[in-house]
């Protein structure tokens, strides 16, 4: 049988073949990954998408996630701050109360009560970020306006808002300012004013009473804590989840287009080997003909 | 002396035959590099036996019957059609690799700008009346409709670019068949003197396969030569004659090609250089645009009726975000942002500034299906790998036909190739045998010489 007598083109196809092999590898080296475009592995780099659009939402989450808690801490202590102000309301309430205390003393007492009144609206008023932290979801300068003497009014409504932290998960972020402090189960202003009005009018019984509805604004407030604790609980878990998920996102990224250093060394050193085995053999068997040896 | 006459005449026709077979060899030599030369053999054949009279029959020598041309006609044809296949996946391969930078990369797609948009816009969650962010996500709403844009408007101008391409194809289409349909009227001639036409069967075989290469062909070889039509039967060339195709634009802005006839062929070529072109410019970008049209529209009319839930900064219902035209097809080229203000993001759900609560269902966007039953990740993602694909497929095809087309192109070679170590021991063979042929030349000389001395002595 006779056989091709042109080894060009084959020689020319293995040359074209390992260079193409070679820069392949050495793309893959200097790079540090597999695929580069989409041609070069389309199913990955459709998963690559997905894996894009998470790790972004996956960022924002976690950065949603530290604000929030920032905002929930602030709001867990202004409740403790709250919680001591109307403990100091209730033993001033105990002194007017008792048959000892003279007329003068009660409106010494509830001037000082005022104060804690104008106290605990100051920090029911008090803003993250430079939105009112209970005022609902209203953007007003103040939650509640007036004055210890005139009463106070609320400018916020009782909407709350979620924090969104994960592609299904929002957590409670704040609690508005009518719930908290103006509740029907135990209103804190409504109980101070009760209280100091109390103490004006010098009547013992109405003390009695005003400090034993501070005293249950104290068990509500301390209630509420909860719902903070337990947003500071699902926001913190949250957190180290998606730190846990930035990492699981990230290597999947990595097997997906990447490649490892050791697989694309070992890669690089095959491609030389094979490109100049080519060419060896190609300066081995181009020059060869009869006509070398017919002399 | 009848003897002698005729052994000189043997040998001097044994001499011309191998002078003969040394100038096929020579030929060969010469055209060891020509491309699509077929190499020559020289026909000899013993010239028969007379009897000189004593009742015993002498070979009468060697006849020169011709020179031929070796080749393997299925193998060309063959060859054609392999030519044309892995010309078009091959011009596929390079026509989608512009396409493809549109898919790939963090940034700078349509597929990262949507992400980047709606972690934005989840970014409000934590502080709603925020300008800062507001502004922020309604710049990334821009980038969006910028990449939509660009994107679409690239691909258009990937379509339009081939055409100087699939021009230039019909250009030398139309040179190669006038040279084919010449060469078919020389084949003719020489075949009707009797001869092999050897070389201009190589060189038309020769523009056979780069026409092949162009587009698909279907030969058929008659008397008058070969009939080469288009895959569809368009005519190209009929024995003498060559028709030309034409290739102008369209309203649509893109070219059509035309046989002779005028007739719009554009669809139907397939194969070859201009077939891959085709393909590409005329299916598998379009199918492209479609499918970002269909995200864009679905997108953005799922981003506005979310919009439509909430109410913006100012407490006013949702309004639209982006516009899209009425119908589907080039939403992505002419979306629009309608409003540049951050305020006109509808996150409120109850009129407060304050108020997150539409915000889950703007960026619940992002993860819910489309008309098409993917969410717009999921569609961008399953453009990617369209894409990616398209151009895989016709890299791995690419590959594969080129391997087959190799083993064929040395089969070929292996039939028609000359080479140029048997030339050489050819050579030595023929100039031995017409050195020999020489010295029966001399021997029947000395003989002659002999005879008449005998006679004169005498």
Do not use: W
Not at chain 2, 348 to 373: F, Y
Request: proline share 2%; charged share 10%; glycine share 10%.
């Amino acid at each position: 049988m006779r056989v091709s007598p042109n080894l060009e083109p084959d020689v020319l196809a293995g040359m074209q073949q390992s260079q193409a092999d070679l820069q392949k590898a050495l793309q893959e080296v200097s790079t540090g990954q597999r695929v580069n475009v989409p041609g070069d592995d389309p199913a990955a780099s459709a998963a690559m998408v997905q894996n894009l659009a998470e790790s972004n939402n996956n960022d924002q989450y976690t950065e949603n996630a530290s604000s929030a808690l920032g905002q929930v801490q602030t709001a867990d202590s202004v409740l403790t701050s709250v919680v001591s102000l109307l403990t100091q309301a209730v033993s001033l309430g105990t002194e007017g109360a008792s048959s000892t205390t003279t007329a003068a003393d009660r409106q010494t007492i509830a001037t000082q009560i005022q104060g804690i009144l104008g106290s605990v609206v100051s920090e029911a008023n008090t803003s993250y970020a430079g939105a009112p932290l209970f005022a609902g979801t209203v953007d007003t300068p103040t939650a509640f306006t007036g004055s210890p003497t005139s009463g106070y009014t609320y400018q916020g409504n009782s909407e709350s808002n979620q924090v969104q932290v994960g592609d299904s998960l929002q957590v409670q972020v704040s609690v508005p300012g009518n719930v908290l402090f103006t509740n029907a189960s135990g209103n804190v202003l409504g109980s101070l004013s009760q209280l100091a009005a109390a103490l004006n009018s010098g009547s013992v019984a109405g003390v009695g009473t005003a400090t034993s509805a501070v005293t249950s604004a104290i068990h509500f407030i301390s209630s509420q804590h909860a719902v903070f604790g337990n947003s500071i609980n699902q926001l913190n878990t949250q957190e180290s989840f998606l730190s846990q998920e930035k990492i699981t996102l990230s290597s999947e990224a990595t097997n997906l287009i990447g490649v490892d250093t050791a697989t694309a060394a070992e890669n690089l050193a095959q491609a030389e080997n094979q490109n100049s085995a080519v060419l060896a053999a190609a300066a081995k068997v181009l020059p060869t003909s009869l006509l070398d040896y017919l002399k | 002396m009848g003897g002698l006459n005729t052994a000189l005449t043997v040998a001097s026709c044994a001499l011309s035959a191998q002078e003969a077979a040394i100038e096929t060899v020579n030929n060969n030599i010469a055209n060891a590099t020509t491309p699509g030369y077929s190499r020559e053999i020289v026909d000899l054949s013993s010239a028969g036996s007379t009897d000189n009279g004593t009742g015993v029959a002498i070979g009468d020598g060697v006849e020169l019957d011709g020179v031929t041309s070796v080749r393997d006609q299925l193998l060309s044809l063959r060859i054609q059609q392999q030519t044309s296949e892995q010309s078009a996946v091959a011009a596929q391969s390079n026509a989608l690799a512009p396409v493809q930078t549109y898919f790939s990369g963090t940034s700078g797609t349509i597929g990262s700008d949507l992400s980047t948009f709606f972690s934005s816009l989840s970014a409000l969650s934590a502080n709603p009346s925020s300008t800062a962010a507001r502004q922020t996500a309604i710049g990334n709403a821009q980038n969006l409709v910028q990449q939509f844009h660009a994107t679409s408007s690239g691909l258009t101008s990937v379509q339009t670019g081939l055409d100087t391409q699939i021009a230039g194809d019909v250009t030398t289409i139309n040179s190669l068949t006038s040279r084919i349909a010449s060469l078919n009227s020389q084949v003719a001639a020489a075949t009707a003197q009797g001869q092999d036409g050897g070389s201009y069967l190589d060189q038309r075989s020769a523009l056979e396969q780069q026409l092949a290469g162009l587009t698909g062909i279907a030969i058929t070889t008659t008397a008058a030569g070969d009939t080469v039509t288009t895959s569809n039967g368009s005519p190209l060339v009929e024995a003498n004659e060559s028709f030309a195709l034409s290739a102008a634009k369209q309203g649509s802005g893109l070219l059509q090609i035309s046989d002779s006839n005028g007739r719009d062929i554009t669809a139907s070529l397939t194969g070859g250089d201009l077939g891959g072109l085709l393909q590409v410019r005329d299916q598998a970008i379009p199918s492209f645009l479609s499918q970002i049209d269909s995200l864009a529209n679905g997108f953005a009319s799922a981003f506005n009726s979310a919009q439509a839930s909430g109410y913006d900064l100012t407490g006013a219902p949702g309004s639209a975000l982006f516009s899209i035209p009425a119908t589907v097809s080039g939403s992505a080229a002419s979306i629009g942002l309608i409003s540049a203000d951050g305020s006109a993001l509808a996150v409120s759900s109850d009129g407060s500034a304050n108020s997150n609560g539409n915000l889950t269902t703007l960026t619940g966007v992002q993860n819910s299906p489309l008309a098409g039953g993917l969410s717009p990740t999921g569609s961008f993602a399953a453009l990617v790998d369209s894409v990616g694909n398209a151009v895989s497929e016709a890299a791995t095809q690419s590959t594969a036909i080129q391997a087959s087309l190799t083993q064929l192109t040395n089969q070929q070679s292996a039939v028609s190739g000359v080479s140029i170590d048997e030339e050489s021991s050819n050579l030595i063979r023929y100039q031995q045998a017409y050195q020999a042929a020489a010295e029966v030349v001399s021997t029947i000389q000395s003989l002659f010489s002999t005879t008449i001395n005998m006679v004169s002595g005498a």
